[in-house]
């Protein structure tokens, strides 16, 4: 199965004291070890470390431990699909047509790179963004 990971559940999974860390830790594992195929879009990276260094945890998760843990838990094991400018483009378009702003954008990213790799499943924290994000793809989102 190719599964599409998003920030939160990357987060969630971890980040012991996250109060979704149960559910997501399993999800996270099974990408590590390579029971599913583990994928990532490129955006997810630089949102992960943007989160992780700036949680409101004891102790902060530093620069270099988050980066230790971006790169040893997530691209080493997983598929990181990057998106075309022309991609982007589509996607701006996309969630401006559709009367969209704010932050849906950067769930519409992962949307577009999840369809670049035909995963069979997005695994997010908060669904219904993505769903609103790709109508299309509800079937294909769900929580971990």
């Known amino acids: 199965m190719k599964v599409m990971f998003d920030t939160s559940v990357l987060v969630a999974g971890m980040v012991e004291?996250?109060?979704?860390?149960?559910?997501a830790?399993?999800?996270l594992k099974r990408a590590r070890s390579g029971d599913l195929e583990f994928f990532v879009a490129s955006h997810t990276l630089a949102e992960l470390y943007a989160v992780l260094t700036t949680l409101p945890v004891s102790p902060r998760?530093?620069?270099g431990a988050a980066w230790r843990l971006i790169r040893e838990d997530?691209?080493?094991p997983a598929k990181v699909i990057s998106i075309s400018?022309?991609?982007y483009?589509?996607?701006i378009r996309r969630v401006a047509d559709l009367g969209m702003s704010g932050g849906i954008i950067y769930d519409a990213i992962i949307t577009k790179a999840a369809q670049k790799a035909q995963v069979d499943r997005i695994l997010t924290l908060n669904p219904d963004d993505f769903t609103r994000a790709w109508p299309e793809g509800a079937t294909l989102i769900s929580l971990p």
């Open 61 to 63: 998760i530093s620069p």
């Open 85 to 87: 400018p022309s991609d």
């Open 17 to 23: 004291p996250h109060p979704m860390h149960e559910r």
């Open 89 to 91: 483009g589509a996607v």
């Open 74 to 76: 997530i691209i080493t």
């Open 25 to 27: 830790l399993p999800w």
